[in-house]
């Protein structure tokens, strides 16, 4: 069974910063693309960075420059280092592998709260 589970969500002020940790179980993060996603209120859910092994990390315009996606192979756990965070960056943040969508459930998320 492929699961994720997201932490280090917290409410922080404008220009501060978080890093969120992703657990996988069930399945390789050397060997598959995953990614983070964020869904603020009211919006849908979006694409904010992907690694994997085989091409560069990737990520969403709103994002470059200020966040760092990493990954720990021997803990099998994905990171998401972010930086210069803004009020627009609040949103729940989850992690999940874009190649098993019909396979695996979104974890629970970690919500990320910036204040102005």
């Known amino acids: 069974q492929v699961q994720f589970v997201e932490s280090g969500g917290g409410l922080v002020q404008a220009g501060g910063s978080l890093k969120l940790s992703c657990v996988v179980s069930g399945i390789s993060v050397r060997l598959n693309a995953i990614g983070w996603y964020r869904q603020a209120p009211e919006k849908e859910r979006k694409l904010v960075a992907t690694?994997?092994?085989?091409?560069?990390?990737n990520y969403a315009d709103s994002v470059k420059g200020r966040f760092t996606i990493s990954r720990d192979n021997a803990k099998n756990t994905v990171y998401l280092q972010m930086n210069s965070l803004k009020p627009e960056d609040t949103a729940v943040y989850y992690c999940f592998a874009p190649g098993y969508a019909a396979k695996a459930s979104w974890g629970q998320g970690t919500q990320v709260t910036i204040s102005s």
């Open positions: 690694i994997s092994s085989w091409e560069p990390t």
